[in-house]
C-alpha cells in the first residue's frame, strides 16, 4: 500500500499569511495527487487533482505543486474561509489512500 | 444540480448488518466510478471501495479492512449506488460518504454523509 504521510497535522495562521503544507509519498505516484478541504460537520471538497491542475471554482490563492513522492499546497493568502482540515489523496493505485489531515486553526 | 444524496446509516449490533444507499442525480450516472469513503469520529478519511462503471464490466476494488464483509453494488437505471455491510464491528463506526470519480481521477463530487453508529 502506498502511504500517504501529511505535516504540519496542525498548522496555527492568520488571515492573509502564506500558507504550506506538505505530502509525501511512499513511493513514486506521478502527478496522480489530489487535495482536499473539509470543514466540520461537511463532506470534503476537491481542490486540486493531478497535483496541479485547480478544480472549478477553487479561488486562484490555492495552488499544488509536485510529482513523484513530494508534494505541497499552497494557499498564497489565507482568508477567514479557509481555516478548515486538508487531505491529500493518491489516485495511482489500489487501496486508494489519504493523509492524515493538516488542520489550519485561527492564530 | 450534480449531487449525491447518501440514506441508511444508523445503529447496528456487532455482528449485524446495514445497507446504504447513495442516489445520484444531475449528471450521467452510469458514465462514472463510484466510490465509498468513510471518517470515523474525529479521524481521517479512510476509502473503502469503488464500483468501476459498465464499460468497464461494473468490477469492483475493495480496502482490505473491509473486503469480505463489505458489498459494492449499484443500479444505473434507478441511478443509485450501495454498500451492503455484514458482520458489522465497533470499527466500522463512521460517517460514511459516497462519491464520484474515474480511473485515476478523484472524488470530485460528494455526497452529505450518512452515520453509522456499531454498538451492543
Known amino acids: 500500500d502506498i502511504q500517504m504521510t501529511q505535516s504540519p497535522s496542525i498548522l496555527s495562521a492568520s488571515v492573509g499569511d502564506r500558507v504550506t503544507i506538505t505530502c509525501r509519498a511512499s513511493?513514486?505516484?506521478?502527478?496522480?495527487l489530489a487535495w482536499y478541504q473539509q470543514k466540520p460537520g461537511k463532506a470534503p471538497k476537491l481542490l486540486i487533482y493531478?497535483?496541479?491542475s485547480l478544480e472549478s471554482g477553487v479561488p486562484s490563492r490555492f495552488s499544488g505543486s509536485g510529482s513523484g513522492t513530494e508534494f505541497t499546497l499552497t494557499i498564497s493568502s489565507l482568508q477567514p474561509d479557509d481555516f478548515a482540515s486538508y487531505y491529500c489523496q493518491q489516485c495511482k493505485s489500489y487501496p486508494l489512500t489519504f493523509g492524515g489531515g493538516t488542520k489550519v486553526e485561527i492564530k | 444540480e450534480v449531487q449525491l444524496v447518501e440514506s441508511g446509516g444508523g445503529l447496528a449490533q456487532p455482528g449485524g448488518s446495514l445497507r446504504l444507499s447513495c442516489a445520484a442525480s444531475?449528471?450521467?450516472?452510469?458514465?462514472?466510478?463510484m466510490d465509498w469513503v468513510r471518517q470515523a469520529p474525529g479521524k481521517g478519511l479512510e476509502w473503502v471501495g469503488r464500483?468501476?462503471?459498465?464499460?468497464?464490466?461494473?468490477?469492483?476494488e475493495y480496502a482490505a479492512s473491509v473486503k469480505g464483509r463489505f458489498t459494492i453494488s449499484r443500479d444505473d437505471s434507478k441511478n443509485s449506488l450501495y454498500l451492503q455491510m455484514n458482520s458489522l464491528e465497533s470499527e466500522d463506526t463512521a460517517v460514511y460518504y459516497c462519491?464520484?470519480?474515474?480511473?485515476?481521477?478523484?472524488?470530485?463530487?460528494w455526497g452529505q454523509g450518512t452515520m453509522v453508529t456499531v454498538s451492543s
Open positions: 444531475g449528471f450521467t450516472f452510469s458514465d462514472h466510478y
Open positions: 462519491g464520484r470519480s474515474g480511473s485515476s481521477f478523484p472524488f470530485d463530487i
Open positions: 493531478k497535483a496541479s
Open positions: 513511493q513514486s505516484i506521478s502527478s496522480w
Open positions: 464500483s468501476r462503471n459498465k464499460a468497464n464490466s461494473y468490477t469492483k
